[in-house]
């Protein structure tokens, strides 16, 4: 982990000197399952209001709370992914507030003992480096309600669809120094996330929420007051938030100020943030063991019957694809962000030039889904289709550049690789004879260059150009290059 | 008294409970009565005993994954003093 920082491009410079920022995250990931974590009732984003909830989930007089198997089983699944240590015992507790959006009055949560511990994240920044983030604790607690504040001057509307879904709060050790590093390990953790299928990571749903926690110190200084920023819901707000919430903690400290401990919100349209409450006001949660439900208790077997059905991780794959197909660490990283994109990959790769397979994916392929803004599953181009395409240029068949052309044809018209070359009259000229006369075609129209060549030898260049223009593109180019050197008596 | 004047408002606060002086003084002896005679326990070593969460030998019984419940707005906001469109509808919360 990073004690002080070795980066010094990582620090900031204020009016008077350098200061460190120190991130750590809170984040709150909505467990993928039908059911809530203590109700029978749906987890289904959107539905009408008040439609997805039981009378548990409404916390009517009476009602006890029964844990969803598949929500526990979710919660082992990450922290395995986490690489960190399963607790086989663990305890639900209250956390007592006051908000509408809060039936029970008390949030079903896990405080002291909670059932995944100390784990770790690979964080993979944009210029190679990598951070390892440590993860502190993950746990399983209760969503609230919704509140609605623009339907009435003087009412607030609430809505308890969400509330009882089960979600698991992964907290960070504060490890993070930097916005960029905190987008990135964000990224990762939803990854992770997607690949296990423990959370599908949408956050425009709202599925994966950041609680982020900022300070700023000189460096080498002990720990500073921290900020904690509320519930922003996009990777990108999150960097904002901490570029700007790390910028008004310096500028306090500079002019002889103090940072007092708070909660803040991130106020998109402004880019800033603000105070959300003091600290006279700060919450007093009274957590105590909840009476209705008994400790979480586990089993070995179980854990390890999870942990056997536990799919590829993207840094494993990452590995894989760089030892089995001969990959950049760069190249790889890029295809296993997604896991959709990876097994693309891995079917156009399979029993092929792996290295020729990732430029035709992550340059061709990625650049137009992008251009186009279409996902991996909208791609017109199949991985088979892709494949048969890299056939063709690996056998001779057809030029990289022709490649090209084909490509776009199968991109908006579809068909076969092979049938739209032989339709189109795409095929690479190999046939030395037809290369030969087109040689002698150009050399024949062009004495003055010819006499140039001969002084020059980097002129062949030229000559190559106009052959393969003569051809259409589709003379093969080390055919021409080796006719012309011959005739033109050049090396 | 292990429970003073102003816990006892503290606490009232925490519990959205309004007392007025009178019930905070009745509050703080009958509070420290209270937790007086259950301080009585501290007087057992407890140090190598571990806590204990059941009675009987019993363990967290758990649900299927299967949705059973939900589809009952009307019942759920049949109580609320005000509903709207099967929202709960309360006075205006400002952030």
């Not at chain 1, 982990?1 to 984040?27: A, F, H, R, S």
């Not at chain 1, 994240?121 to 309600?145: F, K, N, T």
């Not at chain 1, 579809?414 to 030395?432: F, N």
Request: one cysteine or more; hydrophobic letters at 40%; charged letters at 30%.
């Amino acid at each position: 982990m990073q004690d002080t920082l070795e980066k010094n491009e990582l620090l900031i410079e204020g009016e008077t000197g350098p200061w460190e920022m120190i991130i750590g995250m809170e984040v709150h990931a909505q467990v993928t399952s039908n059911a809530k974590l203590f109700s029978g009732a749906s987890t289904a984003f959107g539905g009408d209001p008040n439609s997805h909830v039981s009378l548990v989930d409404a916390a009517m007089p009476g009602m006890l709370p029964v844990i969803n198997e598949e929500c526990v089983a979710q919660a082992i699944r990450t922290g395995l992914g986490l690489k960190a240590e399963i607790n086989l015992y663990s305890i639900f507790d209250r956390k007592n507030y006051f908000y509408p959006d809060l039936p029970q009055g008390y949030q079903i949560s896990q405080y002291k003992q909670p059932i995944v511990g100390e784990g770790e994240v690979i964080v993979d920044l944009l210029d190679g480096s990598r951070v390892v983030v440590g993860i502190e604790r993950l746990h399983l607690e209760q969503d609230a309600g919704k509140s609605l504040h623009d339907q009435h001057p003087k009412k607030s509307f609430v809505d308890l669809n969400r509330s009882g879904v089960a979600l698991m709060e992964i907290v960070s050790k504060p490890d993070l120094r930097s916005s960029e590093q905190a987008k990135a390990y964000v990224s990762k953790l939803r990854t992770i996330l997607r690949y296990l299928g423990t959370c599908d990571g949408n956050m425009e749903e709202g599925s994966l929420r950041a609680d982020v926690n900022v300070s700023v110190r000189r460096p080498g200084d002990p720990l500073g007051t921290r900020c904690e920023i509320k519930n922003v819901n996009s990777i990108r707000f999150i960097g904002q938030a901490i570029e700007y919430e790390a910028r008004r903690q310096i500028e306090i400290l500079e002019e002889g100020g103090e940072i007092h401990q708070e909660t803040r919100l991130f106020d998109a349209k402004t880019g800033e943030t603000r105070s959300m409450r003091s600290k006279e006001e700060a919450h007093d949660y009274r957590y105590f063991p909840d009476p209705d439900l008994l400790p979480l208790e586990l089993t070995q077997g179980w854990v390890d019957s999870l942990a056997a059905d536990l799919c590829e991780l993207p840094d494993e794959k990452r590995e894989r694809f760089i030892a089995e197909f001969g990959l950049s660490p760069y190249d790889a990283s890029v295809l296993v962000a997604e896991k959709e994109r990876a097994d693309y990959f891995e079917a156009v790769a399979e029993g092929r030039d792996g290295k020729l397979a990732v430029n035709w994916v992550n340059n061709e392929l990625f650049g137009r889904l992008n251009k186009e803004s279409l996902g991996i599953a909208e791609s017109p181009v199949s991985a088979d289709q892709l494949g048969k395409l890299i056939d063709l240029i690996k056998d001779g068949t057809i030029s990289g550049k022709i490649a090209k052309d084909v490509f776009d044809i199968v991109w908006s018209e579809g068909g076969e690789p092979a049938d739209i070359v032989e339709a189109r009259g795409l095929r690479q000229v190999t046939d030395t004879g037809a290369i030969e006369a087109a040689v002698d075609e150009v050399i024949a129209a062009n004495p003055d260059k010819v006499e140039q060549a001969k002084a020059k030898p980097q002129m062949i260049g030229w000559f190559v150009g106009q052959v393969m223009k003569a051809s259409g593109g589709k003379a093969n180019p080390q055919a021409v290059n080796a006719l012309l050197k011959s005739k033109l008596g050049v090396e | 008294m292990s429970v003073d004047r102003a816990t006892v408002h503290r606490i009232a606060k925490l519990a959205r409970i309004a007392i007025t002086e009178e019930e905070a003084a009745k509050l703080e002896g009958e509070l420290s009565g209270i937790l007086d005679w259950v301080a009585q326990l501290d007087e057992v070593d407890t140090a190598d005993v571990p806590p204990m969460t059941r009675v009987e030998d019993v363990t967290i019984r758990m649900r299927e994954d299967k949705v059973t419940d939900g589809d009952i707005a009307d019942d759920i906001v049949a109580n609320a003093p005000e509903a709207d469109d099967h929202y709960f509808v309360v006075p205006k919360i400002v952030e």
